[in-house]
């Protein structure tokens, strides 16, 4: 069965602090993957992407990392920030198969 | 630029009552796509369109139908609401099928309450 699981299924952190967000798959076979935000009463937003190829991607103080072999992926937030506070989505595609499965989500919460 | 547009944002129905969700995209997008959000569960997909003229059962479909109106707007609608559909539903576009690495862009969601 093609699945997606995210952990933890919630966390805190102090501003300022590090963390990682941790994503498993049974998606096979693999295109893409992908990592969302969603603030509270909004959709989704895409964060970045990771293919089959990629390792590591950066996009500010977010830092994706992707392991095809163990198939899971990390997000990795530096120096967060209150505006951090979110869920955060990992999503999977099948290759030629045209949909998408999600994870769960991981609830952050940043406090002052 | 609006990107997707969902209406109504709050409804409240009671059992048995029809509604239709409205969505419409500005970025000419070929692929558009119903969702529906559960707390603590992952976005399930209902129905999606891959072009205009076309469109397919996803993961959730019963109980619920859609119309591509045409290529930027597309609907879902509850014949016959229960209160199991109670649900956040989102509306999202792709420039492409099957996405092709491309994001989906997310509408802000409709919040419905079937009492």
């Known amino acids: 069965k093609n699945q997606v699981e995210q952990s933890p299924q919630s966390l805190i952190i102090l501003e300022g602090k590090n963390c990682t967000l941790q994503?498993?798959?049974?998606?096979?076979?693999?295109?893409?993957l992908r990592w969302y935000k969603q603030d509270t009463g909004r959709g989704p937003v895409s964060l970045t992407i990771m293919t089959f190829s990629e390792n590591t991607k950066s996009n500010g103080r977010y830092t994706a990392t992707l392991d095809a072999d163990t198939k899971q992926s990390s997000l990795h937030i530096t120096a967060s920030q209150l505006s951090d506070s979110a869920s955060y989505i990992c999503v999977v595609m099948r290759t030629n198969a045209g949909k998408s499965t999600f994870g769960d989500g991981t609830t952050l919460t940043v406090k002052p | 630029n609006a990107g997707v547009t969902q209406t109504p944002k709050f409804q409240v129905l009671k059992t048995g009552q029809s509604m239709t969700l409205q969505c419409a995209q500005d970025m000419n997008h070929n692929s558009m796509y119903w969702y529906r959000q559960d707390p603590g569960m992952g976005l399930r997909l209902i129905y999606y369109?891959?072009?205009?003229?076309?469109?397919d059962k996803g993961e959730v479909p019963n109980g619920y139908n859609v119309s591509r109106l045409n290529k930027r707007e597309f609907s879902l609608r509850l014949e016959s609401a229960a209160p199991s559909q109670t649900s956040v539903y989102f509306c999202?576009?792709?420039?492409?099928?099957?996405?092709?690495?491309?994001?989906?862009?997310f509408g802000d969601g409709t919040r419905l309450s079937i009492l």
């Open positions: 999202a576009s792709s420039e492409a099928w099957p996405g092709l690495g491309q994001p989906q862009h």
């Open positions: 369109s891959a072009s205009e003229g076309t469109t």
């Open positions: 994503c498993n798959y049974t998606v096979s076979p693999f295109s893409n």
